[in-house]
């Protein structure tokens, strides 16, 4: 609906409504409802897609499938507290949507909880992770296909052609 204010110079204030046939408005409410958010692919706890519009963003379990790719089933992420400890740590719940297959390349910005690259997650005080309980170490896209051979817990960012942008590791209770 468009609302115009016309002739308020001369003092006269004449007011048009334009209202689109009802046809286009079925197909726009259609629409809106037939398409998610951009960005948003149903999980709780989404926390954004970090700025990039046109990326969405998952949470899961992430396990090898091929070469240079990894299968993750969505899952609905919490972040919260681990008990008494006031220590933070993301946990994992039940399926939010179909599995994903997801390619990613050398350029990817892969970050692990380990201080050492390509290996599982030690524990307190090993682990490097920021305020939001996501992997800080910088490792390289070979240390991410190491430890893809047992599943990670991980957030993907990736491009609506599955391609991987940023893979953050999670800081599991």
């Not at 048009?16 to 408005?25: K, L, M």
């Not at 409802?33 to 969405?56: D, F, I, K, L, Y």
């Not at 997650?121 to 051979?149: E, F, I, M, Q, W």
């Not at 990736?158 to 991987?164: D, K, N, P, R, S």
Request: charged share 20%.
């Amino acid at each position: 609906m468009r609302s115009v204010l016309l002739g308020a110079a001369t003092g006269l204030a004449v007011l048009f409504t334009v209202v689109p046939p009802a046809a286009a408005r079925l197909t726009t409410r259609a629409a809106q409802v037939a398409a998610p958010e951009a960005g948003n692919t149903g999980n709780a706890g989404n926390v954004g897609n970090g700025g990039n519009a046109g990326n969405r963003v998952v949470y899961g379990w992430a396990v090898r499938s091929g070469n240079s790719a990894f299968s993750i089933t969505p899952r609905r992420a919490v972040h919260g507290h681990v008990g008494e400890s006031g220590l933070l740590a993301w946990e994992l719940g039940r399926k939010a949507g179909a599995p994903l297959t997801i390619r990613y390349t050398g350029r990817l910005d892969f970050r692990q909880v380990n201080r050492t690259c390509g290996r599982p997650s030690a524990g307190y005080p090993y682990d490097t992770s920021d305020r939001s309980a996501y992997g800080t170490r910088r490792c390289s896209s070979a240390h991410l296909r190491k430890l893809l051979k047992d599943r990670i817990a991980v957030r993907v960012e990736y491009t609506g052609a599955l391609v991987a942008v940023k893979v953050r590791e999670l800081v599991l209770p």
